[in-house]
């Protein structure tokens, strides 16, 4: 019988030319699914695989249709961690868990491509290009103003390899940068060449205010309607990192009733964004599909580290093992 792998959310269609499938040999059979697959199909569609791959929160895997995975011997993941994925359940039942990423924890090539797109969405919304682009397709013309980034502050939640990435193009252009994160010390901002803050500093100082926080217990609903009202009222909130750091009603209040003034998401809570979302109703919030890792770069190295990891797996030998 072959070893049937499944590859999910491919959505661009693109995962068959980034990495050689082939090499898993001819008694794999390698299946991709473009679109989206219900959490109610989930179970019923992946049935019959043996090695079920996930493009990091894109599909969630817990208990209820794990369980219902009888085949199921190795997961993949990419990325080092996976929110969605109930790996505690994996342990029990004994399927092999593994991921991709740099072996010295180093930044990978999404790296540069998240960074790059929350500063696309910081100067889309402070530049107000989405916004004027509809003005002029309407017929319009320089409807508001657009701010400076220069002399602004920019304030980073979390100082990883993903914050520490927006610190240069900030000061390129003039901006004081300021950090906050739980575990942050004095020693670390200093290090970065920025000056550490509290959270309450962090939310009244900050221009914009950009997150780069890994989702978990501690940091899921980590910014309320009560610590968006902090926040200056023509301040801008980028969230390039996970839709449930912040409390998405609260935004969607917070936007609406201009307790902030803008801003700039590529995550959210439900993914892909459904059709007629709120989100989707406001002109003073710029939205992207999680582009934040996805790039030819990232996916090449990703997709072929997933071939590697079922091709040890496949020997005996399994690699990058989560958990």
Known sequence: MPTRVAVLDDYQHRASGFADWARLGPDAEVVFFHEPIRQDDLAGTLADFDVVVLMRERTAFRRPVLERLPRLKLLVTTGTRNASVDDAYLREAGVVYCGTGRPDGGPTPGIPSTAEVAWALILAACKRVAAEDRAIRGG?????????????????????????????????????VIAWSQNLTDEHAASAGVRRVSKAELLAGSDVLSIHLVLSDRTRGLFQAADLAQMKRTAVLVNTSR?????????????????????????????????????????????????????????????????????????????????
């Open 243 to 323: 839709g449930p750091i912040v409390d998405e009603q609260a935004l969607i209040e917070a936007l609406r009733g201009n307790t902030i003034a803008a801003a700039g998401l590529d995550v959210y809570d439900t993914e892909p964004l459904p059709p007629g979302h709120p989100l989707t109703t406001l002109d003073n919030v710029v939205l992207l599909p999680h582009l934040g890792y996805v790039s030819e770069a990232g996916f090449r190295q990703m997709y072929g580290q997933v071939v590697e990891d079922i091709a040890a797996f496949l020997a005996g030998s399994p690699i990058r093992t989560i958990g």
């Open 140 to 176: 319009n013309w320089q409807l508001d103003l657009p701010v400076n980034l220069a002399g602004a502050t920019l304030g980073l939640a979390g100082l990883g390899h993903l914050g520490s990435a927006m610190i240069g193009p900030a000061l390129a252009f003039g901006m004081n």
